[in-house]
C-alpha cells in the first residue's frame, strides 16, 4: 500500500504544481491585459477586483485539492488495515486447528 500512498503524493502534488503554473500564467496574461487597457482607460478598480476573485479561486482550488488528498489518505488508510487485519486472523485459525489436533489424539488414545 505505501506504493499507492506514494503515487497519491506525486498526484496530490502534481496538481499542486499545475494550479500554481495556471495561477502564475493567468496573472502574466491578466497583467498584460491590464496594462494595455490602462493605456486606454482607468480601470484600477475593475484590475484590483479582478485579482482578489481570481485569488479567491486559486485558493478554493488549492481547498479541494487539499481535501481530494485528505480523502484519498483516508481510503488508503482503509486499505492498508484490511490488508493487515486477515493476516493477523490466520495464526489465530492454526492454533484452533491445533487445539482439535490435540483434541482429537486424545480422544483416539482413549478409544
Known amino acids: 500500500m505505501s506504493t499507492i500512498r506514494s503515487y497519491q503524493e506525486q498526484v496530490q502534488e502534481i496538481v499542486e504544481k499545475a494550479i500554481a503554473t495556471v495561477e502564475e500564467q493567468h496573472k502574466a496574461l491578466a497583467a498584460a491585459s491590464f496594462e494595455y487597457i490602462e493605456k486606454l482607460y482607468k480601470i484600477e478598480a475593475v484590475k484590483t477586483k479582478h485579482d482578489d476573485v481570481a485569488g479567491i479561486a486559486y485558493d478554493k482550488a488549492r481547498d479541494v485539492t487539499k481535501l481530494v488528498g ?37 480422544d483416539a488414545a482413549t478409544a
Not at 488508503?76 to 492454533?95: D, G, R, S, W
Open 70 to 106: 485528505e480523502y484519498a489518505s483516508d481510503l488508503i488508510a482503509k486499505f492498508e488495515k484490511e490488508e493487515v487485519a486477515p493476516a493477523k486472523k490466520a495464526p489465530a485459525k492454526k492454533k484452533a486447528a491445533a487445539k482439535k489436533s490435540t483434541a482429537a489424539k486424545a
